[in-house]
């Protein structure tokens, strides 16, 4: 009922940025919650950061980040477009991995929303890669 596309991946130099996109379509009105995963081959998928989206979340402040990210991701959505953005800044080889976008129907908050069980929806990832 809800398709998720991610495009913006790529490489980078330790250091740099890069921002990467995810697109929503269908039954968009259904989700609570969005955010960004990411997954290294034989590892499991990590929450990054989400980000409150329904009429549940009032006023601004409803994100949330992983201890790996904080201060250098900013996650962000364009209302009018149903656009999820990730903003990577400081970027290390850490980061590489490939990137997925989810949306969840659950209401959640706090750290526990970091947790991929709560969401419904994932888009087919998109590689970042990090290099010196």
């Known amino acids: 009922q809800v398709q998720l596309v991610e495009s913006g991946g790529g490489s980078v130099p330790v250091g740099g940025s890069l921002r990467v996109s995810c697109t929503a379509s269908?039954?968009?009105?259904?989700?609570?919650?969005m955010g960004w995963f990411r997954q290294a081959p034989g590892k499991e998928r990590e929450g990054v950061a989400i980000?409150?989206?329904?009429?549940?979340?009032?006023?601004?402040?409803?994100?949330y980040y992983a201890d790996s990210v904080k201060g250098r991701f900013t996650i962000s959505r364009d209302n009018a477009k149903n656009i999820l953005f990730l903003e990577m800044n400081e970027l290390k080889p850490e980061d590489t991995d490939k990137y997925y976008c989810?949306?969840?129907?659950?209401?959640?908050?706090?750290?526990?929303?970091?947790?991929?069980?709560?969401?419904?929806?994932w888009g087919q990832g998109t590689q970042v890669t990090v290099s010196s």
């Open positions: 980000i409150g989206v329904g009429d549940v979340y009032i006023g601004g402040g409803h994100t």
């Open positions: 989810a949306a969840g129907r659950t209401v959640i908050g706090g750290t526990g929303a970091l947790a991929s069980k709560w969401y419904d929806y």
């Open positions: 269908g039954h968009t009105n259904t989700i609570n919650s």
